[in-house]
Structures are given as structure tokens and as C-alpha cells.
């Protein structure tokens, strides 16, 4: 079986390297690397590398580019050092030497929960019937909560019609 993680890596590493951030990695772990109360508030914008020829300019560092909540930029200013140490040892080498804040609205990607979307309960019993011979827990929960989100009647849905 194959992850599906190596073939997103494909499809997204040109978008990603238009922005500086050779693989989504840095965006996708920020929260891990800047840890939980700065990501509240900032995000990384795109990495600015010197002028030059590929390898050998990302080799000399470049500058990270954070958007941050209007008023926290002088937190992070504050912290900036400790950003780019903790980005360094991320990447495992010397990949950013300095920090640019941008003042703007952080886009927060928590998923709304729209609790609208239920089953009717012979819809339910159907979907808990298809799941039963599943054997991992686990497993039988995230296709339950995908099958819910698909067969769910929501206004002005196609199920409607």
C-alpha cells in the first residue's frame, strides 16, 4: 500500500517553491516548530532567498517572511532569534538568518463544523450496516464521519433535488 503523502509532495513542490519553502513541510508544521501560542497569531508568508543561482544561495540563508495579527509584530520581533533557531534546526541547517513581519490577518484553516449536516435515521442505519465488518475502530470512525458528510442532506445540495 502506498502513502499518499509522496504524491502530494509532487503535485505541490513547484507552488511551494515559488513561495521559497522547498516542500510544504515548514507550513504544514509551523504550529510544531514555532509552537502553539505564536502560530496563534502568525504564519509563514514565503522565505526570500539572495539573489543567485539555486542550491548555493538557499545555502547562505534567507529571510522568512511572517504574516502576523495586527499588534503582534512586536511580540514576534521580540522572539525572532528563537524563530529562526528553532526553523534552523528544523531544516537541519542554516536555512534563514533573518525575519520580516507583515502586518495582516492570519488565515485560520479550522474546519467549521456545520451541525446542520445530520442523517435521517434510516440513512444512519444503512451507513452503520456498510461499517459494521470493519474491523479497526478507528477506521470504521473516519469512514463514518466521511460517509455522514457525503450522504448528509444540506440546503441547496444536489441530494435535495
Not at 40 to 55: F, L, M, S, T, V
Not at 134 to 148: M, P, Q, S, T
Request: include cysteine; glycine fraction near 10%.
Amino acid at each position: 500500500m502506498e502513502r499518499l503523502d509522496k504524491h502530494f509532495e509532487k503535485l505541490t513542490k513547484a507552488s511551494f517553491a515559488r513561495y521559497g519553502f522547498a516542500y510544504g513541510e515548514l507550513m504544514a508544521r509551523w504550529p510544531d516548530i514555532v509552537g502553539g501560542a505564536l502560530a496563534q497569531y502568525c504564519e509563514p508568508e514565503r522565505i526570500k532567498w539572495p539573489r543567485g543561482a539555486g542550491e548555493t544561495a538557499q545555502k547562505l540563508g534567507g529571510t522568512l517572511v511572517i504574516r502576523a495579527e495586527p499588534g503582534r509584530g512586536l511580540d514576534l520581533q521580540y522572539q525572532s532569534h528563537q524563530i529562526i533557531e528553532r526553523i534552523n534546526q528544523f531544516y537541519g541547517y542554516g536555512a534563514v538568518t533573518s525575519v520580516k513581519i507583515m502586518q495582516g490577518h492570519v488565515s485560520t484553516a479550522k474546519p467549521q463544523k456545520n451541525k446542520e449536516n445530520s442523517l435521517d435515521e434510516d440513512t444512519e442505519k444503512a451507513l452503520e450496516t456498510r461499517l459494521e465488518a470493519i474491523a479497526d475502530d478507528k477506521l470504521r470512525e473516519a469512514l463514518h464521519r466521511l460517509g455522514a458528510g457525503a450522504l448528509a442532506s444540506r440546503p441547496g445540495s444536489p441530494h435535495d433535488k
